[in-house]
C-alpha cells in the first residue's frame, strides 16, 4: 500500500469521526482526529526515513481518536491527545496526526490546536483541507511547518470540503448553504388545481423533518405561507426547529443574504413555492436541490421551478412509492 493511500484510508477515519458533531460542534465545523504510530516498541531500530516508517500499514496503529463534539469545547485534535493512553505518551515522537481541517492557530473558545501539536512533538501531521475561516486561512499550516514538523496538505480535500459545506459556504461566499426542496406529482406539479395537497408520504416527511433539524434557517415566500400556514418544525424528529423565514416581494434576495450572513445563519431550507423557488435559481443563490416525486398525475395546478442544467445528481432513491432525488451545484447557470 502506498503513503497516498495510507493517508486516504486514515483521512477516511476522520470523516467518519468527523461526522458525529453534527448536531452539537455546528456553527464550527465538524472535524475529525486520528493519530497513529508505528507499533513496534524498538523505535531506535527504526530508520529515520519517514517515508520507510509509514509505508507498511501493518506496522503502524492508531493510538489516539477525537472529534469536535460540542460548539465551545475542545477540538478534534484536543480529544485525541487526550485519548492516548499514558504507556503509548512516548509514542508521539514518531507519530502522524490525521486531521480532516486544518488545525487552528488563534485563541478562540479554547486555544490554539496548532500549539497543542507542536507541543506534543509528533513528527508528522496530515491535513484534509485549509480553514477558510479568516482567523487562520493556512496559518495554522504555516506555524506548523515553522516548528520543524513535516506538514502534507490536501488529502481527500474535496471530501473534507464536503462534509463542512455550510461552513466553506459561509466563510467564503459570505451566505448560508441554500438547499431548494420541494414535493411534485409525475406530471411536475406542486399542487392540484392551485389548491394544496398532500404528496409526500410518512418516510418522506420525516426524512424533511430530519433535514430541518440539522440546518440552521427554513423559508417560503409569502403565497406559501398565507395559503398553507406551514408550521415549518421537526415534529416528526428530533432536534432544534430552523429559524422560520417568509419571503416578501419587497425583500431582495441580495439583501435577504446580507442579513442572513449577518446573523450567523450558515445554512438556509428553501421550501416554497415554485415562484420562489425559481428566484433563487435566477439569482445562482443555490447549493443543493432535493425533489421528491410521487406517483400521482395531477393534471393542472402550480408548475414546480424548472431543474438548473448544472444541476449534477448526487443520489435517488424510494421511499415507499416516492422517489428522492438530490442534485448538488455544479458550476454557474
Avoid at 392551485?194 to 433539524?213: F, G, M, W
Wanted: aromatic share 8%; with cysteine.
Amino acid at each position: 500500500m502506498s503513503q497516498q493511500q495510507i493517508d486516504e484510508l486514515y483521512m477516511r477515519r476522520c470523516l467518519q469521526l468527523a461526522a458525529n458533531g453534527l448536531m452539537g460542534a455546528r456553527p464550527n465545523p465538524m472535524v475529525g482526529a486520528v493519530i497513529v504510530a508505528p507499533k513496534t516498541s524498538n523505535l531506535k531500530s527504526q530508520t529515520s526515513n519517514l517515508k520507510s516508517q509509514t509505508s507498511n500499514l501493518k506496522s503502524q496503529t492508531i493510538i489516539g481518536e477525537g472529534y469536535h463534539v460540542r460548539c465551545g469545547e475542545g477540538h478534534a485534535e484536543v480529544n485525541a491527545f487526550a485519548s492516548v493512553r499514558p504507556e503509548d505518551e512516548p509514542l508521539l515522537k514518531d507519530a502522524t496526526i490525521y486531521v480532516s481541517l486544518e488545525p487552528c492557530s488563534h485563541y478562540g473558545k479554547t486555544p490554539p490546536c496548532a500549539d497543542l501539536i507542536i507541543r506534543k512533538g509528533v513528527r508528522r501531521v496530515v491535513v484534509g483541507t485549509v480553514d477558510p475561516f479568516a482567523e487562520v486561512q493556512g496559518r495554522g499550516i504555516e506555524k506548523l511547518r515553522r516548528a520543524g514538523i513535516d506538514v502534507t496538505v490536501g488529502v481527500l480535500a474535496d471530501e473534507c470540503e464536503w462534509l463542512n459545506r455550510r461552513f466553506f459556504t459561509f466563510h467564503r461566499e459570505h451566505r448560508p448553504y441554500i438547499i431548494m426542496k420541494w414535493a411534485q406529482s409525475a406530471d411536475g406539479f406542486i399542487d392540484r388545481d392551485y389548491k394544496t395537497v398532500q404528496i409526500s408520504n410518512v418516510e418522506t416527511q420525516r426524512l424533511s423533518h430530519q433535514l430541518r433539524a440539522e440546518e440552521d434557517a427554513i423559508l417560503v415566500g409569502r403565497t406559501t405561507y398565507d395559503r398553507d400556514h406551514p408550521q415549518l418544525t421537526v415534529r416528526h424528529w428530533t432536534g432544534p426547529d430552523p429559524k422560520r423565514i417568509v419571503l416578501t416581494h419587497d425583500r431582495p434576495l441580495p439583501q435577504l443574504m446580507q442579513d442572513l450572513y449577518l446573523h450567523g445563519i450558515q445554512s438556509l431550507i428553501v421550501e416554497g413555492g415554485a415562484r420562489t423557488h425559481q428566484s433563487f435559481f435566477d439569482a445562482q443563490l443555490w447549493d443543493e436541490l432535493r425533489v421528491e416525486t410521487a406517483p400521482m398525475v395531477f393534471g393542472s395546478g402550480t408548475r414546480a421551478a424548472t431543474i438548473p442544467a448544472c444541476a449534477q445528481l448526487l443520489s435517488s432513491h424510494t421511499y415507499g412509492q416516492n422517489q428522492y432525488a438530490i442534485y448538488r451545484r455544479t458550476s454557474n447557470d
